[in-house]
């Protein structure tokens, strides 16, 4: 794939309607930085699409000039999957827009939307789409990799609310994708990230979710063992009005978290109910906190969706280096509990995590060839993130992500979400996670991309023909 000649991004500004960005416009720097800034490319042109006729403009670029194509959503790639050196970024971030059919059973987003537009919409109506724990992550990206939240448990992964999708394709075309129409574009759409084409609207079946119940509860770091092998057993088992995620993290240094206990080392869960918030309803539900060993803390409120949804978004903000790894689980053994116990106790930094994510109740509906996301089975969806805002931190982290995964991987199911593979990782590791349905995946980019046009993504080369 070649780079790009001055000529030729002189007629793709003509092409377009919205600005195309270059080393030397002054907003070059602005475009090339991302959610993870470890990642450091340096593309030569963003075409910043503003509506479906642009980005076909620029797809039909890059496959005419064979420029090094990347496509961008929000931007919160750990890889940096967005970003491809001296070649041409179709940037959708200028489409953020979402419509909410005013019977509020469906809502339309636009490609380049974040979280917190979708939220911010559907919330208005007294209804949400179980999406991500972030309000800055692209509804894209998410979507296309599977999506799993707070609301998984009660209504699913995102992709279990998608109704369709407009798409370009590779050859520039532009086609509804659902269960009725390219049925099998549909299905690979769904989970199978962004290998397909250029998704540049999202259409999701609503689900009421207002006021939530949220809390958090922490307990001291050598506390651990006890607190995991309760989890392990509570969770699968509460209703699933009821999502915790484990995590190993620092005790963040502000509210709601009582100064004495800023900066240590826990583990704990945070809880988002969707059942009956009458009176102490909640406190009663998670009465059992206590079952494991006492918590340093524990804290509950009725919070607004999308307040829940926001909750991490000043702790973690844009341009902190990132380093992750991911993989799915059906239990936690009693041998993943020592290395989490382990890596908890040996934090390397103030923001670095290690996070469960519960994929299971509703998630577990539908059956592992339904669509591309391959594990049905899986109770849930990890990530080890080495995270700081240092850059001279960046092995330090990487090192301890990698010791914790290396030893935790045994006690995986050998796959991770397709999101949550990071830098640094093999071909191998996209096999994994689509375990039956790689083969018929491969085959459906044989149909819609051959060329392997869109190859800046957890690729799944096209099946030969
Ligand atoms: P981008 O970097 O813009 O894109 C990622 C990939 O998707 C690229 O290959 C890109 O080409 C492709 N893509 C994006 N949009 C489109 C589109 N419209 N059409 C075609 N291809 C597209 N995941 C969860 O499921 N749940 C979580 O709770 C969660 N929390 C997260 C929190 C943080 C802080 C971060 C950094 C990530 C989190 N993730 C979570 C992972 C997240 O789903 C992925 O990072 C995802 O790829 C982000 O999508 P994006 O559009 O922001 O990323």
Redesign the pocket.
Known sequence: MGSIDETAVGSLREALRGPVITPQDPGYDEARS???AMIDRRPAAFAQCVDVADVQAAISFARDTGADL?????????P????VDDGLVLD?SP?RWVRVAPEATTVQVG??S?LGDLDHATHAFGRAVP????S??????????????YLTRKYG??IDSLVSAD?VLADGSCVTASADDHPDLFWALRGG??N?????S?TFRLHPAHTVGVAVTVWPVDRTPEVLRWYREFMPSAPEDLYGFFAVLAVPPGPPFPEPIHGHKVCGVVWCYTGDLAADRLEEVLAVVNDPAPPAFHFTTPMPYPGLQSM?DTL?PKGLQ?Y?RGDFFDAVSDGAIDVHHKYAENLPTDLSIMHL?PVDGAAHRLGADETAWAYRDAVW?C?VAGIDPDPANAGLIREWCVGYWTDLHPHSMGGS?V??IGQQESSDRVQATYRGNYDRLAAVKRVYDPDNL?H???NIPPAPS
């Open positions: 991302i959610y993870n990347a496509v961008r959503g929000g931007g919160h790639s750990g940096g999957l967005c970003l959708l489409m490609g380049g974040q999406a991500g724990i972030m800055t992550t692209g509804v894209g990206g998410l979507t296309l990799g599977g999506g799993h939240g992964l995102t798409v990230g962004g397909f084409g250029v998704v540049t999202f991490f973690i990132w992750w994510y969806s990530v979400y999101n949550f869109f800046a993504n957890q």
